[in-house]
């Protein structure tokens, strides 16, 4: 079934920049808020808001139900257990919060080894690689090709590695390449399986279960959702033998001047006040989505990334990376030969209405990679990065790449 998406909902795209309609292009970093979700969370606001599982007051009981039904359209999304959901700030609250758990709890150990891939972004680089450092566990990369995709090759060489835990991008963030996660379930079938679906899971309707994940995390703001709140999915068994990550009020079950025991799952990993309204239009934003079908939004995205994709290869002074065929979904990277990406970007921005990000994109090892395999005379380590969500058109698609074109001519 075609998408069937009202523009009002997105006043935003109605607004002038620089003079010219706004084409968003910049969905992987965050995407616009439907009006309705906004609206309803006012209404939430007004009518129903105060602290969760607290207070036993008419305001405080109608948040906690609220609350609490946010988590379980989440565990019906993800085909889920609501215990084995936890409300996080973000994705990369989420990995942090994985990372140490872990560790707090002797799951992850000295001389264990940890495999990444060489196409993370730093929010689950970072993380591991700063506690390996004060824990003595090793990591080891699944590495990328030239054009900075992971082959089931190289996924199959991790095996080498013997790792106690992998933790990969379902959907990278630079090359927009998703990871065929069951190959990886299947390759590493005794690890835990840690995967990052801040780019994945806006797209895609994952079944936890399923696919054999261990732990997810993603974020709200990047699939319609407020800000500051995300989601980690943890296995049951190991949630409950996982030592908290922050503590506080709430996460508790006992307390004295010696002794704390916690709470159960998944409240003894939500210490303090939450983002309570966050959370509810996490809930609002999950109801639109799921009016729109997952499937037609899947359908709408893949379509649009091959016709923003066949339209790049047209011009000869772009440079594409990533897969580039049916894997390669919402995100397309590129460089202009001889014009810095910040000035694509720029130029985009200012002459032509277009918001696309240019740099590193936080995954600042996968775009160095990506000199191997440039034809560029000057690889400038970074790359413009088009991505597409449910509100993007192919008109969108051919506003940037005419302006490409005009800003080629201007620059020589
Ligand atoms: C693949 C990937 N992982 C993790 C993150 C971190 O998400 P957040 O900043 O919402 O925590 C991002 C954000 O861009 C991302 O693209």
């Known amino acids: 079934m075609p998408l069937r998406v009202s523009f009002d909902d997105f006043p935003t795209l109605g607004k002038k920049v620089n003079g010219k309609r706004l084409v968003y292009l910049d969905n992987a970093a965050t995407t616009l808020k439907p009006k309705p979700v906004l609206e309803k969370m006012v209404d939430f606001y007004i009518g129903s808001y105060s602290n969760v599982h607290r207070a036993v007051h008419t305001l405080a009981s109608r948040a906690t139900v609220a609350y609490e039904e946010a988590r379980m359209k989440v565990a019906k999304f993800l085909n889920a257990d609501p215990s084995e959901v936890i409300f996080t700030s973000g ?3 989420g990995i942090n919060l994985v990372v140490n758990s872990l560790l707090r709890s002797g799951i992850l150990r000295e001389g264990d080894v940890v495999l990444l891939s060489q196409a993370e972004h730093h929010a689950n680089l970072v993380p591991w690689i700063r506690l390996s450092k004060f824990h003595g566990f090793g990591i080891a990369y699944i590495e990328v090709n030239e054009k900075g995709v992971l082959t089931e090759e190289a996924i199959l060489r991790g095996k080498e590695y013997k790792p106690k835990i992998v ?73 409950e033998v996982m030592e908290p990550f922050l503590y506080g009020g709430e996460m508790i079950d006992k307390v004295s001047f010696e002794e704390v025991t916690f709470n159960e799952i998944p409240y003894k990993f939500e210490a303090g006040t939450q983002n309570i309204a966050g959370v509810v239009g996490l809930g609002y934003a999950l109801d639109y989505l799921e009016a729109l079908g997952f499937d037609s939004l899947e359908e709408h995205v893949r379509d649009l990334t091959e016709y923003l994709i066949e339209e790049l290869s047209k011009l000869e002074f772009v440079e594409l990376y990533g897969p580039l065929d049916h894997s390669h979904v919402s995100i397309v990277s590129f460089n202009v030969e001889g014009i810095h990406p910040h000035d694509v970007a720029h130029v985009l921005d200012q002459e032509f209405g277009v918001a696309v990000r240019s740099g590193h994109h936080c995954a600042q090892p996968l775009v160095r990679a990506l000199a191997r395999g440039t034809k560029l005379s000057n690889f400038p380590n970074s790359t413009v990065r088009a991505s597409v969500y449910l509100y993007n058109t192919k008109e969108d698609v051919d506003v940037m790449v005419e302006g490409l074109k005009k800003l080629k001519g201007w620059f020589g």
């Open 91 to 93: 994705a990369t609250m």
């Open 167 to 239: 933790s990969v991008t379902g959907h990278s963030n630079v090359t927009g390449q998703v990871i065929p996660l069951e190959f990886v379930r299947e390759v590493f079938e005794d690890a835990i399986l840690v995967v990052d679906g801040a780019q994945l899971v806006p797209h895609k309707r994952l079944d936890v279960k399923d696919l054999g994940l261990d732990f997810l995390v993603f974020s709200g703001h990047k699939m319609l959702g407020p800000t500051g709140v995300g989601v980690l999915y943890g296995r049951k068994d190991l949630l």
